[in-house]
């Protein structure tokens, strides 16, 4: 096995929980077992972040208010994606109306951006620009985005969701040991201690590590909360924080203006909707390329008999590793912001999955090299962190937002401590060059003013006789789309509960390069089957972080990713 060019580096450790609504919450530690609640879930990446969302659900709030509260505390506790300088995307169900939103609020482009904004004199990417730089940032969503989803679905102020997040910035929490262990970490720590705000937020004065268990403040963060629960999306993007965005850009060259902040918009769209047998999927539309393929995928796997298969088979791996070698090739060329290029929504046409089977073998791989973007028109008809987020009035939430790489750009806007983002990176800087996450573009994601780079981010709800059954979604880069899609496989297939279906080890492929990355735990057979077959295999440590909840009748059952420490599904 061959170590991969895109190595994890997180240690796996187990903290699931279980609760009731009768019972304390308590840290259970099998990974078999979902935790299973007659009032609702929230499930994310950090426990902490968990149990404020479960106790507004306790409150009598809604899914959405839960979701603003869970995506406004990991702001705080988990620095590498929990962010105020970002963005995402949110897939909402709203009960009482019977209908799915789609909430857009992925960065956008500075107005001064341009197509070769990336390129050296001689015309060759530069990595450092793209993504360490101020020049790598785009106009942040976050803010804009969790404020529309609580003001137009939320029962809550503002305010009350808000004052969580302020309390664990003032007063501090608890730091947890995977946060410790990467800011610690030589990669993580040179580039967050060369920014001094950076450094302010994340260090001790002397620069010294904060070990597991130590108690991190950060009053920067807790005056930026602060401005904004006193006047609310204004202050970030017209009042005092934007004034400090902007200076920071002037002073060094970023290209964030006062009009780039005070323009910014989210956008409320139409999900994009598949079918898997008896199931319907929603799931994310562009300026997502998640929920387009993860449908393409499913209709091209639907003919296929994957139970009979089995889980974990030769067999299974290589079907399942042809589909998405296809899936990222139609990515590289039809993908991007909507509102600047015309997406070929055929892409999700059962005839155009038809059409691309039809160059699949049982027996044999197709090299890369020989798969090519299709043809979808004929067919046209009408690190990062997730969070899920069910309730007992029926709605669901399904939320992905990030910085991009872990921290970021590693750069903290000083006096907000605030991480900003390096998404710029996610436009495709120059034809056959791939980005941070080895994702090819073209034309479709060019770098363009005022343009919302493309994203893998899969927020996913899926439906099963018309209610919410299963809401999920992951972080990963270039990896979210092929994970979400097995654990949904694992659940809709497979018949695993979500704790193993979370919990199964996953693969990964997108084309270029021609490499089939896998988890630890599938058997030295099947390994030995597919090298066999042709296929090259690199081992990965973790693959993703999926945070989901099903609901069965009365029962919410939730399941956190171990393979990122800290995580938790907590009931009200």
């Known amino acids: 096995m061959i170590r991969p060019f895109l190595l994890t580096l997180f240690v796996v450790f187990i903290s699931n929980n279980i609760a009731s609504s009768n019972l304390p919450i308590i840290e259970y530690k099998s990974i078999h077992h979902p935790v299973i609640s007659k009032t609702g879930m929230v499930v994310s990446q950090r426990l902490s972040a968990s149990k404020i969302g479960a106790e507004i659900l306790k409150k009598g709030g809604n899914a959405v208010d839960a979701a603003v509260a869970t995506g406004l505390a990991l702001a705080v506790v988990l620095p590498r994606a929990g962010n105020l300088g970002g963005g995402g995307f949110m897939v909402v169900y709203l009960k009482d109306e019977g209908k799915t939103i789609a909430i857009d ?3 956008k482009a500075p107005a001064a951006a341009h197509r070769d904004l990336f390129l050296d004199k001689s015309g060759n990417y530069d990595k450092k620009k793209a993504q360490f730089s101020l020049l790598s940032a785009g106009v942040p969503g976050t803010v804009y985005g969790l404020h529309h989803a609580l003001t137009e679905h939320g029962t809550m102020s503002w305010q009350e969701v808000l004052e969580p997040a302020i309390r664990l910035a003032e007063e501090g929490f608890s730091v947890p040991h995977d946060l410790a262990n990467t800011l610690a970490s030589s990669p993580y720590k040179q580039r967050l201690s060369s920014n001094q705000a950076s450094a302010n937020s994340f260090y001790k004065k002397d620069k010294s590590n904060y070990r597991a268990g ?8 807790a005056w930026t909360l602060k401005q904004l629960h006193k006047e609310g999306p204004d202050a970030f993007y017209k009042g005092e924080i934007a004034k400090k965005i902007v200076k920071e850009m002037e002073l060094n060259g970023g290209l964030i203006t006062a009009d780039d902040l005070s323009n910014y918009k989210a956008v409320e769209r139409e999900p994009v909707v598949g079918t898997y047998n008896e199931f319907k999927i929603v799931s994310m539309p562009p300026s997502s390329s998640g929920g387009i393929h993860l449908i393409q995928m499913l209709n091209m796997l639907e003919p296929y008999q994957i139970k009979e298969m089995g889980f974990g088979s030769a067999g299974s791996i290589h079907i399942l590793t042809e ?11 039809h993908l991007g912001d909507m509102d600047f290029y015309d997406v070929p929504f055929g892409l999700m046409s059962k005839k155009y999955a038809k059409s691309l089977n039809e160059s699949i073998s049982l027996d044999s791989l197709t090299p890369s090299k020989d798969i090519f973007a299709g043809d979808p028109y004929p ?19 399904s939320n992905t937002y ?19 983002n390096n998404e710029m990176d996610d436009f495709s800087s120059k034809p056959g060059v791939p980005n941070g996450y080895g994702l090819l573009g073209s034309e479709a994601n060019s770098i363009q003013a005022n343009k919302r780079p493309l994203s893998s981010m899969t927020p996913t709800i899926i439906f099963k006789d018309e209610e919410p059954y ?4 992951s972080p990963g880069g270039s990896r979210i789309i092929t994970t979400v899609l097995q654990v949904a496989l694992n659940v809709m297939e497979h018949g695993m509960n979500i704790a193993q279906a979370v919990n199964s080890p996953r693969i990964h492929h997108q084309w270029l390069p021609e490499v089939l990355m896998i988890e630890d735990g599938y058997g030295a057979d099947t390994e030995s089957l597919l090298t066999n077959k042709g296929y090259r295999l690199y081992s990965s440590r973790t693959m993703g972080s999926v945070q989901a909840i099903v609901r069965e009748g009365d029962y919410f059952y939730g399941a956190a990713d171990p393979r990122r420490p800290s995580s938790g599904a907590v009931a009200p």
């Open 323 to 333: 589909v998405m070698k296809r899936a990222y090739a139609d990515r590289s060329k």
């Open 470 to 473: 299963l809401v999920l979604g």
């Open 214 to 221: 130590e108690t991190l403040r950060q009053p920067d963060l």
């Open 379 to 397: 067919y046209e008809s009408p690190d990062t962190t997730h969070f899920s987020v069910m309730d007992k009035y029926g709605n669901a939430v």
């Open 402 to 420: 990030t910085l991009n790489f872990s921290y970021g750009s590693g750069i903290v806007i000083p006096g907000t401590g605030m991480l900003i």
């Open 105 to 107: 609020y992925r960065e």
